[in-house]
C-alpha cells in the first residue's frame, strides 16, 4: 500500500524555512506577550482622538505597528497549522493567535467611528497642518470616510469585532473536517496497486488515461462527501446566514454589496461577468463536444474532463524542470523580476511535497517584515507545473509590494489578488506554445489552455452563481438544506456544460468540498482576474517594455489605490466587459485551432 509521509519523514529541503519568521517558540511567545500589552493599550486613546493630530497620528501607528506583529504571530502559527493539522502544539498556537486577532479587531475597533465622528473642518485643518504625516493615510482615510454610512457606533463595532469569533466557527469547523477528520478510501490504479485516496491525489487520478482509476476516485470522493452532507449543508448555511447577519448590521442592501463595497466594487461587475459568460457558454458546449470526440466514448462523463485528451504528450514534469520551466517563461518579465523569482524558488519559500495532515491545494501567504511563502501538493505533472507558477505569481506580487508599499497598504484586495498569478500562468503558456513544433504535443498545450478557461472563467462563474443564488435565498429566509442547494448546484452544471456530457448525480454533492465558499463573494474575482491577467499577458507578449513597466508598477502598488483603477493603471478597465469577452475570443480562437489539428 502506497500510503502519505508523516511530516517528520519529509526532506527538509522541500519544506519551507518558518524559522525565518521565529526561530524556535520562545521567540512567538515573547511577542504573543507584547502584542497581548498592545491590545490592551489602546483604550488609552478612545475617546480622544478627535483632540489632537498628534493623539490621531500616534493611535495610528500603534494599531499598525501591532497589526504587523499579530499578523506575524497568526501567520507562523497557521502556517505551522497547515503543515501538518494534526500537530496539537500549532493547533493550540493558531487558536491563540485567532483569538488574539480578534481581540486586536475588538480593541481598535473605536477607531474608524471616532474618525467618522471628527468634524470634517478639523479633520481637514489636522491633515492640512501635518500633511507629510499623513501622507501615507491619504487613501485609508478616504476608504475610511467612502464608507460612513456602513460604519457603526463604537459600541456596535466593539460587538461586532466580539461576534466575529463566532461567525468564523463555519470555516473552522469546515476546515477541520476537511483536512483532519475525513478519512477517504483505498482505490486501485491502473495497475491494480491499492493507493490511499486524497484530496491532493484526486486530481491526479482524474487526469488518469484508464477511465476505471478515474470513475473511482470520483465516485470515493463524492460518496465520502455524502457521508457527511447534513453537516456540511448544515455548516455552510450558517456561514451564510453569518454574511447575511453582517452586512444587515452593516446597513448593506444585500451580503454581496457588502462583499464589494470594501474595494468600492460596483455589483454590476459581479452581475455583468455572471450575464457576459452566460452569453458564450455555447463555446463550452462546443468544447465539451470536442473533448467527447477526441476520447471517443459514447457518453462523457463528468470524471471526463480532467484527463488530457493528447495522452501521448503527457509527460512527467518533476519540481526542478518545472522550475526551471518556469524560470524561463518569466524571463521576459526582465532582470529585477527575474532576480525575485530565483531568490524566492531557492530561499525556504515553499513547501512543496503532500504529507500526512498537510493542507490541500496550494496558497501564497507570509509576513511584511519577512518574505512571502507557498504551500504546494506538488505532482510530478503540468498542472502542477502551472501550480508553482501561478503561486509565484502571488508571492511576487507581495513582493514588489513590500518593497515599495508601507505595512498600511501591504495587502491586495481580493479582485486584484489573483490577476499576477494568472499573468504568470497565461506567460507560462506562450513560452510554452511558442517553443514546441510537435503537433501532439502542441494539441496538448492549447487542450490545457482551454481548460484553464474552463476551470477558471466558466467553473468559478458558475462558483460565483451558486454563491449569489444561496445568499439570496437567505436574505429572503428560505432555508438552505442539503437536498436544495445539491439540486441548485446540478441545475448549474447542466446549464454550464451543456447536452454533449452526462451530469452524473454525485456532482450535485460538490459545493460540500469548496473551501472559498467559506469566504463570501471570492471566486468571481477569479474569473475577473482572469480576464485582466489574459489582457495582460497579450499587452506585455505584443506591446513589450511599456506594458512590462505599467505592470511592475502595478504590482509595487500593493491596495494604495482602489482595484478598479489598480487595473486601469495597468492597462486594463474592468468596469467594462470587454475583458471577458476579450478572453472569450481568445478562447474560441483556441477551439478552432483545436477543432483544426483533430
Same mark, same amino acid.
Given at each position: 500500500?502506497?500510503? +502519505? ?82 500537530? $496539537? ?20 475597533? /473605536? ?8 468634524? #470634517? ?52 469547523? /469546515? ?5 483532519? %477528520? ?76 457588502? &462583499?464589494?463595497? %470594501? ?25 465539451? &463536444? ?29 519540481? #526542478? ?159 438552505? $438544506?442539503? #437536498? ?42 477569479? &474569473? ?23 505592470? +511592475? ?46
Amino acid at each position: 500500500m502506497d500510503t +502519505l509521509p508523516k511530516r517528520n519523514e519529509m526532506n527538509p529541503k522541500d519544506m519551507w524555512h518558518l524559522q525565518d519568521i521565529y526561530k524556535d517558540i520562545s521567540a512567538w511567545e515573547k511577542d504573543f506577550s507584547f502584542a497581548e500589552n498592545a491590545v490592551n493599550s489602546f483604550t488609552s486613546f478612545m475617546g480622544k482622538l478627535g483632540t489632537s493630530a498628534q493623539m490621531l497620528l500616534d493611535c495610528l501607528k500603534k494599531s499598525n505597528d501591532t497589526s504587523l506583529i499579530i499578523e506575524q504571530l497568526y501567520v507562523y502559527a497557521f502556517m505551522g497549522f497547515h503543515q501538518d493539522s494534526t500537530n $496539537t502544539l500549532y493547533q493550540g498556537l493558531s487558536s491563540r493567535a485567532e483569538t488574539l486577532i480578534i481581540q486586536y479587531s475588538s480593541a481598535t475597533a /473605536f477607531i474608524v467611528p471616532e474618525i467618522l465622528s471628527i468634524p #470634517e473642518n478639523t479633520l481637514s485643518h489636522f491633515i492640512k497642518e501635518n500633511a507629510s504625516s499623513f501622507a501615507v493615510y491619504t487613501h485609508f482615510l478616504e476608504n475610511i470616510l467612502r464608507q460612513k454610512n456602513h460604519t457603526l457606533s463604537s459600541e456596535q463595532e466593539a460587538l461586532l469585532a466580539q461576534a466575529a469569533e463566532l461567525a468564523g466557527a463555519p470555516q473552522n469547523i /469546515f476546515t477541520m473536517l476537511n483536512d483532519a %477528520d475525513i478519512k477517504f478510501p483505498m482505490i486501485e490504479d491502473e495497475n491494480g496497486k491499492k493507493v490511499e485516496l486524497t484530496k491532493g491525489r484526486y486530481t491526479a487520478f482524474l487526469e488518469n488515461t484508464d477511465r476505471r482509476v478515474r470513475k473511482d476516485a470520483f465516485t470515493a470522493l463524492y460518496n465520502t462527501y455524502a457521508k457527511q452532507q447534513n453537516t456540511l449543508a448544515a455548516t455552510y448555511s450558517c456561514s451564510v446566514k453569518s454574511d447575511v447577519f453582517f452586512a444587515k448590521a452593516r446597513k448593506y442592501t444585500s451580503s454581496l454589496q457588502a &462583499a464589494l463595497e %470594501d474595494d468600492n466594487i460596483p455589483i454590476t461587475v459581479y452581475d455583468n461577468l455572471i450575464k457576459t459568460v452566460h452569453k458564450f457558454l455555447p463555446l463550452m458546449h462546443r468544447y465539451i &463536444a470536442l473533448r467527447k470526440k477526441i476520447l471517443s466514448v459514447e457518453e462523457l462523463h463528468m470524471y471526463d474532463l480532467y484527463v488530457p485528451l493528447i495522452a501521448e504528450a503527457d509527460k512527467k514534469i518533476s519540481y #526542478e524542470q518545472a522550475k526551471q520551466t518556469v524560470t524561463k517563461a518569466l524571463s521576459i518579465l526582465g532582470k529585477d523580476y527575474l532576480s525575485a523569482l530565483e531568490k524566492g524558488l531557492n530561499s525556504g519559500w515553499i513547501d512543496v511535497y503532500e504529507n500526512q495532515g498537510k493542507r490541500s491545494g496550494a496558497y501564497s501567504w507570509g509576513v511584511y517584515s519577512v518574505h512571502p511563502y507557498i504551500l504546494l501538493n506538488h505532482n510530478d505533472n503540468i498542472n502542477s507545473m502551472f501550480t508553482l507558477a501561478h503561486e509565484m505569481g502571488h508571492a511576487l506580487h507581495s513582493y514588489f509590494t513590500w518593497q515599495k508599499q508601507p505595512y498600511i497598504y501591504s495587502g491586495h484586495k481580493i479582485f486584484v489578488a489573483e490577476v499576477a498569478s494568472t499573468c504568470n500562468e497565461a506567460l507560462l503558456m506562450n513560452y510554452l506554445l511558442e517553443h514546441t513544433e510537435d503537433v501532439p504535443t502542441k494539441k496538448y498545450l492549447l487542450n490545457y489552455f482551454m481548460e484553464q478557461f474552463r476551470g477558471t472563467l466558466f467553473r468559478q462563474t458558475m462558483f460565483a452563481e451558486f454563491e449569489k443564488i444561496t445568499h439570496e435565498m437567505a436574505e429572503k429566509g428560505e432555508p438552505l $438544506t442539503c #437536498e436544495n442547494m445539491s439540486k441548485i448546484y446540478y441545475q448549474l452544471n447542466q446549464q454550464y456544460f451543456g447536452n454533449d456530457i452526462v451530469i452524473d448525480k454525485d456532482i450535485a454533492i460538490e459545493w460540500a468540498r469548496i473551501p472559498h465558499f467559506y469566504n463570501a463573494f471570492y471566486v468571481y474575482q477569479y &474569473a475577473t482576474g482572469y480576464s485582466a491577467a489574459i489582457a495582460l499577458s497579450q499587452k506585455i507578449t505584443k506591446e513589450g517594455q511599456p506594458a512590462i513597466d505599467r505592470y +511592475l508598477d502595478f504590482l509595487s502598488k500593493g491596495n494604495s489605490e482602489y482595484s478598479i483603477d489598480l487595473l486601469k493603471g495597468a492597462g486594463v478597465d474592468m468596469t467594462t466587459t470587454t475583458p471577458i469577452e476579450n478572453a472569450m475570443k481568445v478562447f474560441q480562437n483556441l477551439l478552432d485551432k483545436m477543432e483544426s489539428l483533430c
